[in-house]
């Protein structure tokens, strides 16, 4: 793999930098956490990391809400941490990849503070301004995700301002050029001190209608929830004019370019839209877009063979040359050992959900936290920090469950993540699958993570071959993966029963083990599967 496609079939860990190590005492995560945690990061034979937020922020929604994006949060250390960061990470051969949120900003951002203090200064159009109808309401039905009306009062200016997340996140105005400009420099910024690439947030929601027309209604049997709850408003319309705008390839194209201008660095888009799919082909098509896209498409519930074929031919028949990117955890969905476990997760089901993202086509994001195994940890309601599970409590708990700090030593105070009482509590659970338990156990999900990885890079047709489906029984998730002459059978039971199944006409040239995963036995053309068992195989 090139310097310049490293990216094409990578790992890419994401730390959410809270809840990683704490090494200053105040109970929060810190750059020099990432910095001591390197060589354990090194040994999961990942890629890349992915950095959630650490620029100067209030912290309303926990970083996701930047006030000034060229400087490191206080409570996340100093620019000097960052530079090592990037140095010592390099010298692992690990790329680093942070979180660029640039739909909108902190309402404490100095843009925002001058743009809201009248309508003729020099920022007056930076942002999204819109007069109120003739009864004082606001201008359309748009709502935000976190909540309510996405238009909040500004008496200064006696207009309306757009946020589609917390009103303290205002929506920049990218159809300003001036605005694109200062974005595109923002950017330029992190990539001259080094950065391999950049995870887009949000990156559907840059622009809006100028017409600022009404969304549409969603009839209730079409409402899903794809990072929101099927109960929460923001379902109950179709987003056609707050998201997803034709312009927003435009302005792709045009962070293309200046990423071309540093080879090697890479773009990540996070979409979240009505055809999500349809959407990450459209901006990861052709040489001039994103390099890559990920969506919320399995960060479901549904957790059949058929739903994850369903979701990833859909992806592969529209995609054309474009490069997919998968996850199946991260910091806004919960732990997929819950999630898809439902009470019964072992350790032969972690390492096998493992094992199926990191052999389907594409790049995978692997969340802190899922080489271990941890479980959505329970949160009370007087230990909620998330601004969204506080609006939509009882029936949706936010996402503070996937949010605890990572247990490095079982009974060490607060598990060796920090001397202090941490953001948010550890669950008592997560003690016994800590790191220090697991490294003990040659048989343990973290090791069987790293042998896994290590495995995998031995196989060109896992990393970047063709994928195509095989017909199985439910719950078999069959395919075979080609790469020039290398062609694997991939197969995994999803669920805790036996399965069996006939390999028909296939021609299996050899068994392949090494991958540390429960293996299914064969006898003659015949498949058996004992409780999420896996099978890979070259075929002639």
């Known amino acids: 793999m090139s310097e310049l496609t490293w990216w094409r079939g990578a790992v890419i860990y994401q730390i959410y930098p809270r809840s990683l190590l704490d090494t200053n005492g105040d109970g929060v995560g810190d750059l020099r956490g990432i910095i001591t945690k390197l060589d354990y990061i090194a040994s999961l034979n990942v890629d890349a990391i992915w950095i959630s937020p650490f620029f100067k922020s209030p912290m309303a929604d926990f970083g ?96 309306y301002y757009l946020h589609n997340f917390l009103r303290s996140q205002p929506d920049i105005n990218f159809h300003n050029p001036e605005v694109r400009q200062a974005v595109l420099d923002n950017v330029e910024f992190w990539l001259k001190k080094g950065v391999d690439g950049f995870r887009l947030d949000a990156i559907t929601f840059c622009y809006h209608d100028e017409l600022l027309r009404d969304n549409p209604p969603k009839p209730k049997d079409k409402r899903q929830g794809r990072g929101f709850s099927e109960d929460n408003p923001y379902a109950y319309q179709y987003h056609y004019y707050n998201n997803d705008r034709p312009q ?22 996070e979409v979240s839209a009505e055809d999500s799919l349809a959407v990450m082909a459209a901006y990861t098509k052709g040489e001039d877009r994103l390099h890559m896209a990920y969506s919320f498409e399995l960060l479901t519930d549904d957790y059949s063979a058929a739903y994850i074929r369903q979701t990833v031919e859909a992806l592969e ?48 994001c692997s969340y802190q936290g899922e080489e271990l195994g941890l479980t959505e940890a329970p949160i009370e309601y007087h230990e909620l920090q998330d601004p969204f599970g506080k609006t939509f409590w009882p029936m949706f708990k936010g996402r503070d469950g996937c949010r605890t700090p990572m247990p490095w030593e079982q009974h060490a105070d607060f598990s060796g993540f920090s001397q202090v009482t941490p953001w948010l509590p550890i669950a008592q659970a997560h003690r016994a699958l800590a790191v220090d338990v697991q490294e003990a156990d040659s048989q343990s999900m973290l090791h069987g993570y790293r042998q896994f990885l290590a495995w995998r890079k031995g196989y060109p047709a896992l990393v970047e071959g063709e994928i195509e489906f095989l017909d199985a029984p439910e719950p078999l998730l069959v395919f075979v993966r080609t790469f020039g002459e290398q062609k694997l059978l991939v197969c995994f039971n999803l669920q805790d029963t036996e399965q069996a199944l006939s390999l028909n006409a296939l021609s299996i040239q050899q068994e392949i083990t090494g991958h540390g995963l429960k293996t299914a036995q064969r006898v003659a053309d015949t498949l058996t599967f004992s409780a999420y068992a896996c099978f890979y195989a070259l075929l002639n």
């Open 248 to 269: 927003t390839i435009l302005f792709i194209e045009e962070l293309r370019q200046l990423i071309n201008r540093y080879p090697g660095a890479v773009t990540l888009g």
């Open 64 to 159: 996701y809400d930047i006030s000034d994006y060229r400087e490191v949060d206080p409570l996340f250390g100093t620019m000097q941490d960052f530079d090592e960061l990037i140095e010592k990470a390099h010298q692992r051969g690990i790329k680093v990849i942070i979180d660029q949120v640039l739909s909108h900003t902190s309402d404490q951002h100095a843009w925002f503070c001058e743009s809201r203090e009248s309508r003729t200064n020099p920022k007056a159009d930076w942002y999204v301004w819109a007069e109120p109808k003739e009864d004082g309401t606001a201008p359309n039905n748009w709502l935000a995700i976190f909540g309510g009306c996405a238009w909040e009062w500004e008496p200064r200016r006696q207009q």
């Open 317 to 364: 028949a529209s995609i054309g040359d474009g490069w997919p990117c998968w996850a199946i955890g991260n910091h806004d969905a919960q732990r997929v050992a819950s999630r898809w476990g439902r009470g019964k997760q072992t350790s032969d089901m972690v390492k096998m959900l493992n094992a199926m993202v990191n052999s389907l086509r594409g790049s995978v």
